[in-house]
């Protein structure tokens, strides 16, 4: 067999490749066999035909495609031994005269090299993952409210109050999806609704009817309404004056297994300060991984770069059908054009892909993977989740599913040990 490359593009290779009649030979062989497996010939059981009466009754172009086809799919992987297609080969026969030669160009696009940067010196910084001072005090307020003592009040709502009200939002006169309920119970100033919300609800009374035109703050989580002017429609129905407990031991002795008022604030503040570094270490991997893709040489294939505008054009895609929205609808609106909204998400999937990349060289480099007991225990742990759901039982017998699970936890262990790289 012999093997010639192109670089078509920095991470796109075609291979031109020959077989004489040695490398043909094992494939005809093959070809053969398959065919008189399910051969009928007078005389003989179906599958006991002898190969040398089974040739003489196979037409010469069925041989030839069947010999082709094993010799073909024989020559593939080592003809790309080291090169990494990440896509299936397409395929063009050039020449192919049964039993002599056979000439046939393979295009993929391959795992690029990548060079690594400096991964033991990058310079982003982890956040403290301090606490705000008011952080322990807020939670223990609202602790406090959820064994608030309620009194109806029958006078203009203030600060602190709990509403009952019903309100359905619009968006260019069409109501949005999450925008509407009824009875809905609301904490004036616990910040639940977007700003101008509770603060509008203040000095009304029970039985008032009223809008309150407001806008969503630009960085809003839903993106078809971050930035967009709604009105609100609000039906004030009761106001309950709510009397807080003191806080005080009484309190967290009611708030869980807890002494005293000490033992409790310790307790959230632990909780807290989880969570809070929990939250650093995350944004400092995305952090460290977005210095090294910068500070490594790497190619993002296109075949990987779809993929992930499939992912993100799915999210897209499925946000906007939340809010009731088309994408017409979304770019009519104007907050970016379509073509601002792609340049976007094939910058996002370049970035993935890149990131991805990056991080299983780097597993390579430091010899880091998953065990088997690892992947054993995370799937023990994904089949007790999905235990009453049969389908995704079954896929968790999917020897693709087991390779992702061991990929995911891979690039787990990498982020850590370059967290720790980097922290001493």
Wanted: charge should be neutral; charged fraction near 30%.
């Amino acid at each position: 067999m012999k093997t010639t490359k192109k670089n078509l593009t920095k991470t796109r290779v075609e291979l031109t490749i020959t077989l004489n009649a040695d490398d043909i030979a094992p494939a005809a062989d093959k070809a053969l066999a398959r065919l008189a497996n399910n051969l009928k010939v007078s005389g003989f059981r179906k599958g006991k035909v002898p190969l040398d009466v089974a040739k003489k009754h196979i037409p010469e172009n069925d041989l030839a495609s069947q010999t082709l086809d094993f010799a073909v799919r024989t020559a593939l992987p080592k003809a790309f031994e080291g090169l990494h297609p990440i896509s299936i080969p397409e395929i063009s026969v050039d020449k192919y005269v049964p039993g002599e030669i056979i000439e046939f160009r393979a295009a993929s696009d391959v795992i690029p090299e990548i060079k690594l940067g400096n991964y033991r010196a990058l310079k982003a910084k982890k956040p403290d993952g301090q606490l705000p001072a008011s952080s322990v005090d807020e939670v223990l307020n609202n602790i406090a409210k959820s064994f608030a003592e309620k009194k109806v009040a029958n006078r203009p709502a203030k600060l602190t109050d709990e509403v009952q009200i019903d309100f359905t939002g619009t968006l260019g006169g069409k109501p949005f999806d999450g925008g509407s309920a009824k009875d809905f119970k609301l904490t004036l100033g616990s910040n639940q609704f977007i700003p101008g919300f509770e603060q509008g609800i203040i000095k009304h009374s029970p039985g008032d009817k009223f809008e309150l035109k407001l806008t969503f703050p630009k960085d809003y989580h839903a993106a078809p309404l971050a930035g967009k002017k709604v009105t609100f429609e609000v039906l004030l129905k009761q106001i309950n004056e709510l009397n807080l407990p003191p806080i005080d031991d009484a309190l967290a002795q009611k708030a869980g297994p807890f002494k005293t008022l000490k033992d409790l604030k310790a307790d959230i503040k632990r909780s807290l300060q989880a969570q809070s570094q929990h939250t650093a270490t995350e944004h400092y991997k995305d952090a460290l991984v977005n210095e090294l893709v910068n500070s490594s040489t790497v190619d993002a294939p296109e075949t990987l770069i779809a993929d992930q505008l499939r992912f993100i054009n799915l999210d897209f895609e499925q946000n906007l059908k939340a809010h009731n929205l088309t994408r017409e609808q979304y770019f009519k609106q104007g907050q970016k054009t379509e073509e601002d909204w792609e340049k976007e998400a094939n910058m996002a999937a370049q970035n993935r892909v890149k990131a991805a990349l990056v991080l299983q060289v780097l597993a390579r480099e430091l010899d880091i993977s998953a065990t088997d007991d690892e992947v054993s225990a995370k799937l023990a742990e994904l089949r007790d989740v999905y235990k009453k759901d049969e389908t995704a039982s079954k896929n968790l017998a999917d020897p693709r599913v087991h390779a992702d699970i061991k990929n995911r936890i891979t690039i787990e262990k990498t982020l850590d040990e370059l967290v720790k790289i980097n922290s001493k």
